[in-house]
């Protein structure tokens, strides 16, 4: 990725098709369908808290789950006045649920024990990458960090066996994020096709809040079976 030309943010990227205000919020349906990411994220961390039975990457779940829940936040502020500035707290918490999915699919399958050599300096990669696009414009950085888990993951579940079950549930969250990526993607057409209902950016974020649900079943189930 790095030694690629650095890659700009393009200031269209904040032109969402769907900008209709309601209730005096800007941009409301781009802002409230951020909240099932604090519903998920949630349930993910009252899952941890209950401690008994939550086996495996115990504090990168976490990180994930944290992650999810503060995306609520940080999208809900940048859709309400998009620019560069409030993009950053959309894409901190990204950032930190990213890496926090990528270290626990990587000890759970290669070696629990990295969990606690990779944990903390991914997390701090996650947020260097953010920093790092805003003070100079290069995405290349963040890039990695948001498209290596959805190329890593598929590879780890083929190449190592792991104790847990249910991996078949971290294909499942993939899947249901690649179809958000392709909602994002087809914003304008999206609001088109439905005819104002709905713009492929609202429908990204109710996608993207479902893919950690597939995450939760998995763990909850493995609660089920240690408990």
């Known amino acids: 990725m790095m030694q690629l030309p650095p890659i700009a943010q393009d200031p269209s990227y904040h032109a969402f098709a769907d900008r209709r205000a309601l209730f005096g919020i800007p941009s409301f349906l781009n802002v409230v369908t951020n909240l099932p990411f604090l519903v998920v994220g949630s349930a993910g961390i009252i899952l941890w808290a209950r401690g008994p039975g939550f086996s495996g990457a115990r504090w990168a779940w976490l990180c994930f789950f944290i992650g999810v829940t503060l995306i609520s936040l940080g999208s809900g502020y940048y859709h309400w006045a998009p620019d560069n500035n409030s993009l950053v707290w959309d894409r901190l918490p990204m950032s930190v649920g990213f890496m926090g999915l990528l270290v626990a699919v990587v000890s759970e399958h290669v070696n629990v024990k ?83 209902l709905i713009s492929g950016h609202s429908l990204k974020h109710l996608l993207a809040a479902l893919a950690p649900i597939p995450v939760y079943v998995m763990l909850k189930q493995r609660a089920v079976r240690k408990s």
């Open 114 to 196: 990295l969990e606690r050599i990779l944990l903390a300096p991914a997390i701090a990669l996650g947020v260097a990458s953010v920093i790092y696009w805003h003070y100079t414009d290069d995405l290349r950085l963040y890039g990695w960090v948001q498209f290596i888990p959805l190329l890593a993951i598929p590879a780890l579940l083929l190449m190592f066996k792991s104790p847990y079950p249910h991996r078949g549930m971290l294909l499942a969250a993939l899947g249901i994020y690649a179809a958000a990526k392709v909602a994002e993607y087809y914003d304008q057409a999206v609001f088109i096709w439905t005819e104002g």
